[in-house]
């Protein structure tokens, strides 16, 4: 089973600022990688696929970028509704993991 | 537009069994791999299944093969997982998830959950 370790736990940012989440995975997924945003009481959604692919209507302050075992979520300028929890995930082989996640909270 | 509706969730003794339903619509079901996803009060998400489009290709996480079934009825555009043996630990909610595209890995419509509870 491939390991997705995701850094660090919590990122205290203000509105405005970059965001820069990490994501490791114990072997490679090549670019079969996503990331999902999480608020509270609501089921995920989907940001990023193939490692760096925007989802549909995702704004473009969101990017996803890496391969084989480091991968990078970047939010380039906060905005009040991106503070949420943020799972990157892999589907390059079976089971399919997720990482522990990264929470964005505001400072 | 796409809608994912779980059912069948509640609270159920350990040893005890359960069976989710997802029905789905505003889509061409049998040409989507779906997949089961759950989370536990307060904890992070865990990928609990995948059942390709045509029902060939199945995938479980270690934590629940040999207990769970996932299975699909095209044509009631309904995915199932059929839970046994059941444990505390597997006290989540528990969400249906489309893959983006066909067969594809990611996932981007998700129903709202359903909670199991495993409690005596």
């Known amino acids: 089973e491939i390991v997705l370790t995701q850094s660090p736990g919590t990122l205290s940012l203000s509105p405005g600022e970059r965001a820069t989440l990490s994501c490791g995975a114990s072997?490679?997924?090549?670019?079969?990688l996503a990331w999902y945003q999480q608020k509270p009481g609501q089921a995920p959604r989907l940001l990023i696929y193939d490692a760096s692919d925007r989802a549909t209507g995702i704004p473009d302050r969101f990017s996803g970028s890496g391969s084989g075992t480091d991968f990078t979520l970047t939010i380039s300028r906060l905005e009040p509704e991106d503070f949420a929890v943020y799972y990157c995930?892999?589907?390059?082989?079976?089971?399919?993991?997720f990482g522990q996640g990264t929470k964005v909270e505001i400072k | 537009e796409v809608q994912l509706v779980e059912s069948g969730g509640g609270l159920v003794q350990p040893g005890g069994s359960l069976r989710l339903s997802c029905a789905a619509s505003?889509?061409?079901?049998?040409?989507?791999?779906m997949n089961w996803v759950r989370q536990a009060p307060g904890k992070g998400l865990e990928w609990v299944s995948v059942?390709?489009?045509?029902?060939?290709?199945?995938y479980y996480a270690d934590s629940v093969r040999g207990r769970f079934t996932i299975s699909r009825d095209d044509s009631k555009s309904t995915l199932y997982l059929q839970m046994n043996s059941l444990r505390a630990e597997d006290t989540a909610v528990y969400y249906c998830?489309?893959?983006?595209?066909?067969?594809?890995?990611?996932?981007?419509?998700w129903g709202q959950g359903t909670l199991v509870t495993v409690s005596s």
């Open positions: 072997q490679s997924v090549t670019t079969s």
């Open positions: 995930q892999q589907y390059g082989s079976p089971p399919r993991t």
């Open positions: 998830a489309r893959a983006t595209r066909g067969g594809s890995g990611d996932t981007d419509s």
């Open positions: 505003g889509f061409t079901f049998s040409s989507y791999a």
């Open positions: 059942i390709s489009g045509n029902a060939r290709a199945i």
